[in-house]
C-alpha cells in the first residue's frame, strides 16, 4: 500500500519508536523482496481477518520465501469516512475504497446511502490520497482516521464498519529467524500423504502431547492436483518437551515440515 495503510498503523504498533526507517511497497511479493535482498530487515503483512477470513496469497508466500514469523500485531479495523476539507455527507455522491473495507461496510451503505456509488481501489489509503489530490467534495473514501491526518481530509463519520470488533492479525517477517526465549506460539507448515487419514495422524501427535492447536489452513500445492500443504498454529515454545516431541513425530508422518516461527 502507500503511506498511511493499515499495514502501517500495524507496524507502528508493533515497533513503536524502535524504527529507524520504514518504506511501502505496491504488492506484498513486493515486501517479501524487500527482506530476502536485504533492503529492509522486516516486513509487516495481513494475515488474517476476523469477519472475512484468510489473506490467502501470504500464507502462500509463507511457502515460497524462506522467511520467519517473528512477532504479530492485532490491529481493531476502525473505518471511516472522510472527504475534503468543507464537504458533508449530504455531498457525498462516489465512495471509494479497498474492496474488503466496502464488505465490512455494506450495512451503513446499504441502509443509510444506497444511492452512492462504491468503487474498489487496491488500498484504504489509495483511496483517502485519490481524495485529496481530486479535491472533489462529493467524493469520499473509507478508511482509518489516521488518513484524515496525513492527507488533511475531514471526518465525516466513524466506525461505520458493520461489526465493531473487527480486527486483523499482521505478522511480522524476517530473513533471519529469530525467536523470542518467551514465545508461546508456534506456526507450522506441513505437507503430508496424500491418503486415508494421514491428517487425523499428524493431529493426534498433537493430541498426545497436550498442544493447543488454535488454527489450521490448507492451500494447494503448485502443480499438483488436489493435494494440499497446510498451516498450523499450536501454542508452546520450541524449548517445550512436549513440542519438541510433537515435532518427531510430526517429521515421521509428513512429508515436509516447517517451523515458520516461535514467537
Given at each position: 500500500?502507500?503511506?498511511?495503510?493499515?499495514?502501517?498503523?500495524?507496524?507502528?504498533?508493533?515497533?513503536?519508536?524502535?524504527?529507524?526507517?520504514?518504506?511501502?511497497?505496491?504488492?506484498?511479493?513486493?515486501?517479501?523482496?524487500?527482506?530476502?535482498?536485504?533492503?529492509?530487515?522486516?516486513a509487516v503483512l495481513p494475515i488474517e481477518n476476523s469477519l472475512a477470513g484468510s489473506v490467502e496469497e501470504n500464507f502462500d508466500l509463507l511457502s515460497e520465501y524462506n522467511v520467519a514469523i517473528v512477532g504479530e500485531q492485532i490491529l481493531k479495523v476502525d473505518h471511516a469516512l472522510l472527504g475534503v476539507k468543507g464537504a458533508t455527507?449530504?455531498?457525498?455522491?462516489?465512495?471509494?475504497?479497498?474492496?474488503?473495507?466496502?464488505s465490512q461496510c455494506e450495512g451503513y451503505i446499504r441502509n443509510l446511502h444506497m444511492d452512492w456509488d462504491v468503487i474498489?481501489?487496491?488500498?484504504?489509503?489509495?483511496?483517502?490520497?485519490?481524495?485529496?489530490?481530486?479535491?472533489?467534495?462529493?467524493?469520499?473514501?473509507?478508511?482509518s482516521t489516521y488518513n484524515a491526518t496525513l492527507y488533511d481530509l475531514d471526518i465525516l463519520e466513524e466506525s461505520i464498519q458493520d461489526a465493531k470488533n473487527n480486527e486483523t492479525r499482521f505478522i511480522i517477517v524476517s530473513k533471519d529467524k529469530?525467536?523470542?526465549?518467551?514465545?508461546?506460539?508456534?506456526?507450522?507448515?506441513?505437507?503430508?500423504?496424500?491418503?486415508?487419514?494421514?491428517?487425523?495422524?499428524?493431529?493426534?501427535?498433537?493430541?498426545?502431547?497436550?498442544?493447543?492447536?488454535?488454527?489450521?489452513?490448507s492451500r494447494p500445492i503448485k502443480g499438483v492436483n488436489w493435494q494440499y500443504r497446510f498451516f498450523i498454529d499450536i501454542d508452546g515454545n520450541l524449548d517445550d518437551e512436549a513440542v519438541r516431541n510433537a515435532l518427531i513425530g510430526l517429521s515421521e508422518e509428513c512429508v515436509s515440515v516447517r517451523v515458520l516461527g516461535n514467537y
Open positions: 500500500g502507500v503511506q498511511g495503510a493499515y499495514s502501517q498503523l500495524a507496524m507502528m504498533a508493533f515497533f513503536g519508536e524502535n524504527i529507524k526507517d520504514s518504506f511501502h511497497v505496491d504488492l506484498w511479493r513486493d515486501a517479501m523482496d524487500a527482506i530476502n535482498d536485504g533492503r529492509a530487515d522486516y455527507i449530504e455531498d457525498i455522491k462516489t465512495v471509494y475504497s479497498h474492496p474488503k473495507a466496502i474498489n481501489l487496491r488500498n484504504t489509503a489509495v483511496s483517502a490520497m485519490k481524495i485529496r489530490d481530486d479535491k472533489d467534495k462529493t467524493q469520499a473514501a473509507i478508511g529469530k525467536y523470542r526465549s518467551k514465545a508461546d506460539k508456534i506456526s507450522l507448515c506441513l505437507e503430508i500423504n496424500h491418503e486415508p487419514g494421514s491428517l487425523y495422524r499428524i493431529l493426534s501427535n498433537l493430541m498426545f502431547n497436550g498442544i493447543n492447536m488454535n488454527r489450521i489452513e
